[in-house]
């Protein structure tokens, strides 16, 4: 059992075939010298010795392999529930629980095998938990994770990028927690050629699950401040269907300093030269300094030029998240309630752009929401998915009409309508 978790220091961390490409990458950038925050790496075979402890590795080739869909959903009922509720193998548990032990208060990531790939990112797919504060905690984390692999949303992503969940196996990393004043994250390259970075305070869930509008800074490539922007945060509200919705405020003082963000730019760069093309980085900021939390391949877009006409259109700016241009009749929509109202071809035009929208990207030609930034998980999937997506629009949802024509320039970030 002493190989089944490793510090990500070691060399044999960096093997993306035992410890996830999230983890490999991230034991690279520590060995390169970036500043990581430490911790260990959890070999998937510890996921594959539970399942088969549990005799489940049967009802995990029945999930995809059944053409029967009600028994292929009890399926993955019964994969979720035999991970969720039975122990951990003692012996792995052991180990496990020695991590946690060195890390203090801390946090269990997924590190499936199939994530953080140039083809399947799988942003926002799985599961994370910080500030675990004992042992019983931390088990429950690890067994959660390990079941988010047979998580409806992640079921549905595997269906469309074609790969079978009892193919692959989920391993983890064990880290502290990094006691963030700012977090956010940043892509290297953009059509442009320039970098951009996204901050807001305290930890990074908020801006990775698309539910404020970051403070955002523009770099040229050798990582001088071209342009920033303040970001705005929401408070959430109850709409009049009992769900989430939000009113409107703006933030306060920036969250990073010029030599901050100067300092982030240099980062990404040499990130890039670790992970040999572009990323998108995630980070965070604590009284000693940035630290890395993540770096996955990031797609590049070439700019598109758009007709004349709509040019002498209505204009509205944001972050450029997405990749490409579309057009299609708007859907504005108030909260989850309303999705589905969104048609296929239709732009998607919304106040949060939250993992709730992921199966929307499937069949949108273009999502335009007023939260969000280009690093939110939503951005990442919809570059993967070459769907165009402008996010942190102000007043999107007051302005655009519903049923109006709109275009969206997800490279530009500019939104567009006819009247």
Known sequence: MENLVVPLNS?????????????ANLAALGRAGLPVPGGFAVDARAY??????????????????????????????????????????????EALLAAWRACGKGVVRSSALVEDRAASSFAGQFESFLELQDQEEFLVAVRACWAALWSTRAL??????????????????????????????????????????????????????????????????????????????????????????????????????????????????RSEDVIGGPVEIEWAADEAGIKLLQARPLRVAEATVPDEIWLQRPRLDGHPSGIGWGSGRACVVNCECELERVAPGDVLVTTVAGPALGPVLAHVAGVVAELGGSTSHLASLARERGVPMVLGVPEATRRIPDGATVAVDGVAGVVRWTQ
């Open 48 to 93: 594959r010795l539970q399942l088969a402890a549990l005799g489940l590795d049967a009802t995990a080739r029945e999930v995809f392999a059944s053409d029967d869909r009600p028994r292929a959903r009890r399926c993955a009922l019964d994969m979720k529930l035999g991970l969720m509720e039975s122990p951990i193998v003692p012996r792995i548990a």
């Open 11 to 23: 060399p044999e961390a960096i093997d993306a075939k035992r410890f996830g490409p999230k983890a």
């Open 156 to 269: 549905r992503y595997m269906a469309t990028h074609e790969l079978d969940p009892a193919d692959t196996a989920m391993a983890l990393i064990v880290q502290p927690l990094v006691e963030a004043r700012a977090s956010g994250g940043g892509l290297s390259r953009t059509a442009e050629g320039d970098m951009v970075v996204n901050a807001a305070p305290g930890l990074g869930s908020a801006i990775a699950q698309g539910e404020v509008a970051p403070d955002r800074y523009i770099l040229d490539s050798s990582g001088n401040v071209k342009a920033s922007a303040l970001g705005r945060k929401y408070h959430g509200v109850a709409c009049v269907h009992g769900r989430k919705s939000f009113s409107r405020s703006l933030s306060g003082a920036r969250c990073l300093d010029a030599e901050q963000v100067a300092e982030i730019g240099l980062l990404m760069r």
